[in-house]
């Protein structure tokens, strides 16, 4: 069993930066992948990156490349979402999620979620 929880949430002003950081514990192996999803209000949830833990092999949506950059530490065993030149349109909840597997970064193979946590970016 894996346990995701995220922090670093909050209110930010358009153009603005925060960093999420998403604590993983239990029996979290070195094939994983731990990814970021978010879901705006009346959205389908969908990926935002996500990165593979034995290699660091990273994926981006192309809505946030170049302004997202996500990073592991594998000895504290988090995942860090550092969000630049935020955007209105970023507003919504974040999720970290992970698969047991080197996977894809898609809803469907995530095995485990985390609560979330909301950013708000005001214009």
């Known amino acids: 069993e894996v346990q995701l929880v ?3 949430g909050g209110l930010v002003q358009a153009g603005g930066s925060l960093r ?3 604590g993983a514990s239990g029996d979290v ?3 994983y992948t731990i990814g970021w999803f978010r879901q705006a209000p009346g959205k389908e949830r969908e ?3 996500c990165i593979s833990i034995s290699d660091g092999g990273t994926y981006y949506a ?3 490349k170049g302004r997202f950059t996500i990073s592991s530490n594998n000895a504290k065993m988090t995942v860090d979402l550092q969000m630049n030149s935020l955007k209105p349109e970023d507003t919504a909840v974040y999720y970290c999620a992970a698969d047991a597997q080197i996977s894809p970064c898609s809803i469907k193979y995530m ?3 985390g609560q979330g946590t909301q950013v708000t970016v005001s214009s």
Do not use: P, Q
């Open 6 to 8: 995220e922090s670093g």
């Open 29 to 31: 192996f070195d094939d």
């Open 62 to 64: 192309w809505s946030v």
């Open 20 to 22: 999420l950081s998403c």
């Open 47 to 49: 990926e935002v990156a």
């Open 111 to 113: 095995d485990y979620w």
